[in-house]
């Protein structure tokens, strides 16, 4: 593997944590009543490559399950994002 991929890897693992880990602390600051972290926080770290923590993290705290804008929007930026991760792996091994 590319050094350049192991970069990617890396980063992936640790956005997902990230957007997994804030999915898991609005969830706990809404329980207690305290201040929120707004919902464009939680989309960009989606759109930074953390949609799949942002999903797994509304799966498993059962938070955000009833916004339209992350059930139907969260599946879609993980679409584009498998497609440019996946458009990135065939040019790291192929070379195009």
Do not use: W
């Amino acid at each position: 593997m590319s050094l350049l991929l192991k970069i990617l890897a890396a980063y992936l693992l640790l956005i997902n944590l990230d957007a997994f880990l804030l999915m898991r602390a609005d969830k706990r600051r809404a329980q207690l009543g305290r201040r929120r972290i707004p919902e464009a926080a939680l989309f960009l770290a989606a759109v930074l490559g953390g949609s799949p923590g942002v999903m797994l993290g509304m799966k498993a705290y059962r938070h955000k399950t009833l916004r339209t804008s992350f059930t139907v929007g969260m599946p879609i930026i993980c679409f584009f994002e498998a497609a440019l991760l996946s458009g990135a792996i065939v040019v790291a091994y192929i070379g195009v």
